[in-house]
């Protein structure tokens, strides 16, 4: 089969490689469209060496739609069958470790024990390929209303509704979005469907106006100072519940900063070196400050909603190209060509 092999840091190709084959209780699937990832630039660059991947030369790319070609031994005593439609997800916990037990196998203790734990497309071979096998445990049907790209983008759809779920905001709430980038955005089309009352979305150029062509409030960081503004726009109280998806260092600081009290700040950005967290105002004001990580069972979840059309995914797809072409989408994607959000890549 073709697949995206990255050899080392900043070196990559599209060559062929020996096809997977599906162990017990995997489906092999063929993958018919994959979105490129934040995260994807950051594995590709070697920014996680020895965590994100292992080792190269390694194969990324986990946010992914295909179908189910073959099926590992068990599979099909669990209900798969050939011809399904699917969508996967990074994750395979181990399933008994006290985290997993808990649901949390997002954070699962035996994370990167390959033998009980596989974070496709991150340190397992992941879906730039013709074909990628996967955990039952992290493959879900995909319905009929749902088009190739949309379900793609389900796996940071589901991601976005974690980080929602982790600020704990009650109906009505004021919102702000920290960052406008596609998981931003994600993240505040979920807020809205959770109830928030208004989502403030902070951002700069193309991507603030894509947040405003979808109904968000949003605030310009380059002509307003970000916390000035949440608290203006709430009133002077400021927001309920602020979501960090921009990995910028200061923005969490700016969060606490930027919450009213007793309110809760949850991040999902990763940010590149140390920032700063007003912890004075943190302690006296009881403001809550949580981190999110992947997520933790809300696929099925992100699929009803997106199906419904209460999280809208389309709009979010700014350029398309074929598996061939993988240097300019990425060229595209890293450079924020034309605007660029969800770049799909179609093998």
């Given amino acids: 089969m073709r697949a995206l092999v990255v050899h080392e840091p900043n070196r990559f190709s599209v060559e062929e490689v020996e096809r997977p084959r599906p162990g017990r209780y995997e489906l092999l699937c063929r993958v018919k469209a994959i979105a490129i990832c934040g995260t994807d630039p950051h594995i590709i660059q070697g920014d996680f ?20 070609v073959e099926l590992g031994e068990g599979a099909a005593d669990l209900g798969w069958e050939v011809g399904v439609r699917v969508a996967g997800t990074s994750h395979a916990g181990c399933g008994y470790c006290r985290l997993c037990i808990e649901g949390r196998y997002n954070l699962c203790e035996n994370f990167g024990d390959e033998r009980l734990h596989r974070q496709y497309g991150h340190y397992t071979q992941g879906a730039y390929a013709d074909y990628v096998v996967h955990s039952v445990k992290s493959v879900f049907a995909v319905p009929d209303e749902l088009s190739d790209e949309e379900a793609a983008m389900l796996d940071p759809t589901s991601i976005a509704l974690h980080t929602v779920k982790r600020g704990a905001h009650a109906p009505g709430d004021t919102v702000a979005v920290i960052g406008a980038g ?122 009803a909603l997106v199906a419904a059309g209460r999280i809208r995914l389309a709009e979010l797809v700014t350029h398309r190209f074929a598996l061939e072409d993988y240097a300019e989408a990425y060229r595209v994607f890293t450079e924020r060509v034309d605007g660029a959000l969800k770049v799909i890549v179609r093998p």
Wanted: proline letters at 6%; glycine letters at 16%.
């Fill in 49 to 68: 060496p020895g965590f994100w991947p292992k080792a190269f030369p390694f194969i990324p790319g986990h946010e992914w739609t295909g179908e189910v």
């Fill in 182 to 303: 596609a998981m931003g955005l994600l993240v505040a089309e979920c807020a809205r469907a959770l109830g928030a009352g208004r989502v403030l979305v902070v951002g700069r150029g193309a991507r603030l106006e894509k947040a405003a062509s979808l109904g968000h409030e949003t605030i310009d960081f380059m002509a307003e100072d970000t916390v000035t503004a949440i608290r203006e726009r709430s009133g002077g109280r400021g927001a309920d519940v602020v979501l960090e998806c921009s990995g910028d260092p200061v923005a969490v600081g700016q969060g606490v900063e930027a919450v009213r009290k007793g309110g809760r700040v949850a991040a999902i950005g990763i940010p590149p070196g140390a920032g700063t967290v007003p912890l004075k105002r943190m302690v006296l004001d009881e403001v809550d400050v949580v981190g999110v990580r992947a997520a933790a069972g809300e696929m099925p979840e992100a699929i």
